[in-house]
């Protein structure tokens, strides 16, 4: 884990590979790794939620279930999409994974990244990716300060969200730049 970042290595490379692939397939949406890993971080303490700890291949010891999109408390209202097969939740939908997809989202951008054959909301390395494609797809350029928002919040409608995930996207950034050695 880099002690500095207080990111799991496996993060960190999850992270990595997706902003690369993505500037490599999708150049014009100028995605970094810290925006992945803003995201990482404010969604379940890249996968380390409730007690979980990240494995070298990017899985959480235990599963990260979101709580039940029920309508209550301010929470939106999402039933089941998937009969429970993501979420184990027959009734409601819960978000999944380390970057906690809505099963139906998971279904629409979900991508085999680490290449063993299976698209898996659980997998960092696969969520990094989709997460990427989502993001771009949703902003354009996040570059752009107002696409940046713009794609953020829909990936979560909260303005309170976005300020978080930039928040620690700029402390990545800044931190990163920070620990490379001197030319």
Same mark, same amino acid.
């Given at each position: 884990?880099?002690?500095?970042?207080?990111?799991?290595?496996?993060?960190?490379?999850?992270?990595?590979?997706?902003?690369?692939?993505?500037? &490599?397939?999708?150049?014009?949406?100028?995605?970094?790794?810290?925006?992945?890993? #803003?995201?990482?971080?404010?969604?379940?303490?890249?996968?380390?939620? =409730? =007690?979980?700890?990240?494995?070298?291949?990017? /899985?959480?010891?235990?599963?990260? /279930?979101?709580?039940? +999109?029920?309508?209550?408390? =301010?929470?939106?209202?999402?039933?089941?999409?998937?009969? #429970? /097969?993501?979420?184990?939740?027959? &009734? %409601?939908?819960?978000? &999944?994974?380390? +970057?906690?997809?809505?099963?139906?989202?998971?279904?629409?951008?979900?991508? $085999?990244?680490? #290449?063993? #054959?299976?698209?898996?909301?659980?997998?960092?390395?696969?969520?990094? +990716?989709?997460?990427?494609?989502?993001?771009? $797809?949703?902003? =354009?350029?996040?570059?752009?300060?107002?696409?940046?928002?713009?794609?953020?919040?829909?990936?979560?409608?909260? /303005?309170?969200?976005?300020?978080?995930?930039? $928040? %620690?996207?700029?402390?990545?950034?800044?931190?990163?730049?920070?620990?490379?050695?001197?030319?």
């Amino acid at each position: 884990m880099s002690t500095e970042l207080n990111i799991p290595r496996a993060a960190l490379e999850a992270y990595g590979y997706a902003a690369r692939a993505t500037e &490599v397939s999708r150049p014009e949406c100028n995605l970094n790794w810290p925006v992945l890993a #803003g995201v990482g971080a404010v969604e379940s303490g890249h996968g380390r939620f =409730g =007690g979980a700890e990240l494995d070298e291949t990017a /899985r959480p010891s235990i599963p990260i /279930r979101g709580i039940p +999109l029920d309508g209550a408390d =301010g929470v939106r209202r999402i039933d089941d999409t998937d009969s #429970g /097969r993501l979420d184990g939740d027959e &009734v %409601f939908d819960r978000a &999944v994974g380390p +970057l906690q997809f809505i099963p139906e989202t998971w279904n629409e951008w979900a991508v $085999d990244a680490d #290449g063993d #054959g299976f698209a898996d909301p659980d997998d960092l390395d696969d969520a990094a +990716l989709a997460a990427a494609h989502y993001l771009c $797809d949703s902003a =354009g350029d996040l570059e752009d300060p107002d696409s940046f928002w713009d794609g953020v919040l829909t990936y979560n409608a909260s /303005r309170s969200y976005v300020q978080e995930v930039l $928040d %620690f996207a700029d402390h990545y950034g800044k931190s990163s730049r920070s620990l490379q050695p001197e030319n």
